[in-house]
Each structure stands twice: as structure tokens, then as C-alpha cells.
């Protein structure tokens, strides 16, 4: 059972719960709220000072997002920069039995704020999910999102991990379309080709580097259950890496 408490505050303020570990010197709190007074609150002096005006306040609730069937893994998202896997995986802890949490970042090590937690069961996960659901856990000053991760594990792996990812019968013609689907992975894209079928078209996508398209295609299943991303298949090196064409005409799908 979590240990109760009760902050006091001139604003209307109810907490169901509160767990801590450590942010360097500070504490790192994981606030549980009712769905009546949904307010992210501030632990860290570091952070921008409370204010009277919510942070985060929903009127009935629940995320509007179909969800993946259980597979002992959770996406997570809405992670402040600063915290820690470790620090994450500490704090959930007291909410089932984790096995790990990955968070992911950029090319250049910034945290993106995304990862996954891995619990040791299914029903771990399943656990995790339903309690955020009836009681949203707020990490800092954040409300995260919480949600079941696509399983891969079914996905035949006929195409080898490159750094260019396409995007099946895409409806659109610009680089401008593309971009926004991919989040805080949108600085990461190089370059955006489109074949020539017309009016559904493969658009092909290339990343600074493989681990980045990696970490982007995981981050896209994981926010687009309606739309396919795989990698796309490469038939030959690329002859001229400062040439979008020579870069992304080498490139096709499954």
C-alpha cells in the first residue's frame, strides 16, 4: 500500500498519494491525483514556482488513445529532461516489480523525455497502466503518459536496421507533412524522399545515424497505431552522402 499524505495549499489541492527518491540533492516526487483536481506540483526549487493556475488539468480525464494489448512493457512520455532512468526506475518500483527503464535520447545526449518501463510480468504492466488511469502520477511538475507498448517481437526482421525508415502509401508531398509525426525526432531528419506513385506514396525518411531511426520508429509505433513505419531496404552504399538523391534513391521498401 503507498503511504498516504496531505499538502496543504491556498489553491484546492488533493493528493491520494506521494513517492520520492532523489534528484541530485532534491527530492524526486511522483504525485498519484484523483481525477477531481488533476495539478501538477513542483518539488524542485529549480523548477518554475507554483502558481494558483493549474499546470495540468483535464475535465474528464482519460487520454483519447486506443491502446496496445499488454506486453509487460510500458511507454512512457512527458518526462522531464532531468530525471534519471534510474531515479524512474526507483520511484516505480513501489508500484510493481521493475525490471528496467530505458529513456531515450538525442544524437548529441539530451534526454527526449520518452522511454519505456519493463516490468517483470505482464500483469506488472497491466498493474502500472490501470493505476495511472484511475490515479494520474504526475513526475515533477508533469503529468506523464502511460500506455502498453507495441510488441515487436512478432515482426519478421527481413530488412536490416538502417538509418533511412519509409513510410508506406504516405498521403502527402512534403517534408512538412513528415515531420510533425516524428516528434522531438523531427531535427533529427536529414532528408525526405517521396516515390512516384501517386496518390498514396512511400515517403522515405533518413536520420543522422541508424540508433537515432531506431529510437525514432519505436517512438512513432508507439504514437501511430494506424500508420505502418518499417526500414527501408537498402540495396547498395550511398555514392554521395551530400546528394539527397544518390542518399535516398538507394533505398526501397520490404
Not at 531515450?104 to 522511454?115: A, C, D, K, V
Not at 497491466?126 to 515482426?155: C, S, W, Y
Request: glycine residues 4%; hydrophobic residues 40%; proline residues 6%.
Amino acid at each position: 500500500m503507498l503511504p498516504r499524505s496531505l499538502l496543504a495549499h491556498s489553491s484546492p489541492l488533493r493528493l491520494s498519494a506521494a513517492l520520492t527518491t532523489r534528484v541530485c540533492s532534491r527530492p524526486l516526487s511522483i504525485w498519484r491525483l484523483p481525477h477531481a483536481a488533476r495539478y501538477a506540483v513542483p518539488s524542485c526549487a529549480n523548477l518554475r514556482r507554483f502558481s494558483a493556475a493549474p499546470a495540468f488539468r483535464t475535465e474528464n480525464g482519460d487520454d483519447q488513445r486506443v491502446s496496445h494489448a499488454p506486453s509487460g512493457t510500458c511507454y512512457i512520455a512527458n518526462i522531464p529532461y532531468e530525471v534519471t532512468a534510474e531515479q524512474l526506475k526507483d520511484a516505480f518500483s513501489d508500484l510493481g516489480k521493475v525490471m528496467s527503464v530505458r529513456l531515450l535520447s538525442s544524437g548529441e545526449g539530451r534526454s527526449r523525455g520518452i522511454g519505456f518501463v519493463q516490468f517483470e510480468s505482464v500483469e506488472g504492466a497491466v498493474n502500472f497502466v490501470e493505476m495511472h488511469a484511475a490515479d494520474p502520477i504526475f513526475v515533477l511538475d508533469r503529468k506523464i503518459f502511460v500506455e502498453h507498448a507495441q510488441k515487436t517481437g512478432n515482426v519478421r526482421r527481413r530488412v536490416e536496421p538502417s538509418d533511412t525508415l519509409m513510410v508506406p502509401e504516405f498521403q502527402g508531398t512534403s517534408e512538412a507533412e513528415v515531420q510533425p509525426l516524428f516528434g522531438s525526432y523531427a531535427d533529427d531528419i536529414l532528408a525526405v524522399r517521396f516515390d512516384k506513385k501517386e496518390p498514396w506514396r512511400n515517403a522515405f525518411i533518413q536520420f543522422r545515424d541508424v540508433d537515432i531511426a531506431t529510437e525514432a520508429m519505436e517512438a512513432f509505433r508507439n504514437q501511430n497505431e494506424d500508420i505502418q513505419i518499417r526500414y527501408a531496404r537498402q540495396r547498395q552504399p550511398p555514392a554521395n552522402k551530400y546528394s539527397l538523391t544518390s542518399r535516398l534513391s538507394h533505398f526501397r521498401a520490404e
